[in-house]
């Protein structure tokens, strides 16, 4: 039996406290956090891990228009993972603020070696629904896992 190494870590916090909360403006990707992760081996693993905290502004909207969320993780680039979040609840009785924490995690197999970028972007996929915001926390890791020496 192989016995599996942690082979490089890295992560990537946003500090949305000192900065304070960004709009999310319909059909425009957001970049919230990116970090570097370098791959020493060609047979490995990597695993993605993510959590952002939003709100929806659920008294703006009517029937039908609950708040779309997307969350994406790029490598060099490209997308490798994505969740779709809507805002839980009926927007026709909520009346207010309602704060959503979504995370989501991938694996990546044999992924090249050498220096990869990873970049976390948010979107908000309901035109009509322009109130929503990442309040935070906003956070990605990535570890890169393979066969011990």
Not at 3 to 31: E, K, V
Not at 104 to 128: C, D, I, K, M, S
Request: aromatic share 8%.
């Amino acid at each position: 039996m192989a016995i599996n190494t942690l082979l490089n870590y890295n992560r990537s916090a946003n500090n949305i406290s000192r900065s304070g909360p960004f709009s999310l403006i319909p059909g425009t990707p957001l970049l919230l956090a990116e970090f570097g992760l370098f791959v020493p081996q060609s047979v490995n693993f990597i695993e993605l891990i993510s959590t952002v905290g939003w709100e929806a502004f659920t008294d703006v909207i009517g029937p039908g228009l609950q708040s779309e969320i997307s969350f994406f993780i790029t490598q060099d680039n490209v997308v490798v993972f994505s969740t779709h979040e809507e805002a839980p609840g009926d927007p026709v009785t909520i009346d207010g603020n309602l704060s959503v924490t979504t995370s989501f995690q991938g694996v990546l197999t044999n992924v090249a070696t050498g220096h990869h970028v990873y970049r976390l972007f948010v979107q908000n996929l309901e035109p009509a629904q322009n109130t929503n915001v990442v309040i935070g926390p906003v956070t990605i890791s990535g570890k890169v896992i393979g066969p011990g020496a």
